[in-house]
């Protein structure tokens, strides 16, 4: 079976990259010139130069009847700053690719999007509720939305496309997203928690549910990858518990956190640097949104994991790559 990734080196796709060549895959790996090949490297895979804004380049990378496409690049910007990019990643890459794949007759696409297409609103959620991410003032909620519309398209023309929608993700080979805050709280420099909640899946298990899409999943379908909800206070606390630390955080009201991200964000227009908070993030680190992924389960066999195994998997990685000091991985016992 020959796979060809898009976001090869992001921290899903090295996840999807370990699980593809466990299963002994012949995987071809799209990056840039100037990607961090850290990861990617430690594992047997074809690396191929280029990116999803050059057509061109897509047709002649892509392997001809590729057994699976799965499109796993995006720009995951929280600053309006960088809509602009983030649109022409989001949206024209992900139609570049979808035309490439039909091209060159690639037998099964599949789409990496998110749940947040269902929109940035309370409560609880599964498959059959509408999309109202389109209209959504958040660039990468409106961006990813429009990028489903695009698979979409490709399936009208023939391309035979399923659509995975992860909700948050902990797991090992992350540094930039929840893992930082996973530091941020190991090394006590978290004094306020977000005030939200939400579902999470683990890294190793998506990346498998991935696989089994192309299988199994149904042509056109949307799939829910959930399984454990939590707060985010939940996870912070399950985190000091984790690597036997007193985390001292309290939750920061949400209206504070919109505050401050409105005005960090109005300043940045100043700084020209991104904030640590911006209207955006302080928007969606504050919402109560969970999300059912019985569906998945159902057809692609995807199994949910508890918050406390993500979170050890993830300290456990860090751990063993040196990001994480001063903690035996050993006291944190097997996964």
């Known amino acids: 079976m020959i796979a060809f990734v898009t976001g090869a080196t992001g921290f899903l796709g090295i996840n999807l990259i370990a699980e593809l060549t466990t299963q002994r895959w012949d995987v071809v790996a799209l990056h840039r010139s100037n990607s961090d090949l850290t990861y990617l490297q430690r594992f047997p895979v074809r690396l191929v130069e280029g990116t999803i804004d050059d057509p061109g380049a897509l047709e002649r990378l892509i392997p001809s009847q590729v057994d699976a496409v799965f499109h796993m690049a995006a720009d995951v910007s929280f600053w309006a700053r960088n809509n602009e990019r983030q649109t022409r990643t989001n949206v024209l890459g992900t139609r570049n690719v979808v035309a490439a794949a039909l091209s060159r007759g690639a037998r099964r696409f599949v789409h990496t999007s998110t749940s947040s297409v269902y929109g940035l609103i309370p409560g609880s959620f599964d498959e059959t509720a509408p999309q109202r991410g389109r209209d959504s003032w958040f660039n990468y ?31 090992r080979y992350d540094r930039n997203n929840w893992a930082r805050l996973i530091l941020l709280a190991a090394g006590g420099k978290l004094p306020l928690i977000p005030p939200g909640r939400g579902s999470f899946c683990h890294g190793p298990e998506v990346a498998r549910a991935h696989i089994a899409a192309v299988v199994t999943g149904r042509t056109g379908e949307n799939y829910l990858l959930a399984g454990a909800d939590a707060s985010f206070k939940d996870v912070i606390e399950i985190t000091g518990e984790t690597l036997g630390r007193r985390i001292g955080s309290r939750v920061v009201p949400a209206a504070v956190l919109r505050l401050a991200g409105g005005m960090l964000g109005f300043a940045s227009h100043f700084t020209g640097k991104e904030p640590l908070v911006t209207p955006e993030s302080a928007i969606m680190l504050g919402v109560h949104q969970v999300f059912r992924g019985e569906k998945a389960e159902r057809e692609l066999g995807y199994r949910p994991r508890s918050v406390r195994d993500m979170v050890k998997d993830c300290c456990l990685w860090l751990i063993a790559e040196g990001f994480l000091k001063g903690v035996n991985a050993a006291n944190l016992g097997p996964l």
């Not at 990028?147 to 929608?165: F, K, P, S, T, W």
């Open 141 to 171: 909620v409106a961006t990813k939305t429009l990028a489903e519309d695009e698979v979409r398209g490709g399936i009208a023309r023939g391309l035979d496309a399923v659509i995975l929608n992860p909700t948050h993700i902990i797991g």
